[in-house]
């Protein structure tokens, strides 16, 4: 029997994932949660100095086969990247 899980399941980083924000939850509306609770797929990309080099957290674009299980209620979630990344693969497929 297939469990609201098994989607989130499909991401590579889910056994090692801590956050508590999922876009591949289909009960994503009903969650909540700081913007740190966010899956990397959801967040901007933040960049930040620490001693004299630069990191950028967030901003991942997701893996083509894993926009195609978002589901559609989500695609509002995911970062822009991520969704101008989803615009394309949408054109592609109808041309």
Known sequence: MKTNI????RCSHFSVCSR???VLD???K?????NSDRCRFMREPKKAKIAGKEF???GSVM???LLNFVPSENIDSLNEASRERLKELSSE???
Not at 30 to 34: S, V, Y
């Open 63 to 65: 893996p083509d086969v």
């Open 26 to 28: 289909y009960e994503l």
């Open 6 to 9: 098994d989607n989130p399941e």
């Open 56 to 58: 950028v957290s967030g």
């Open 93 to 95: 497929s109808h041309t």
């Open 30 to 34: 009903f969650r909540t949660g700081k």
């Open 20 to 22: 508590n924000l999922c």
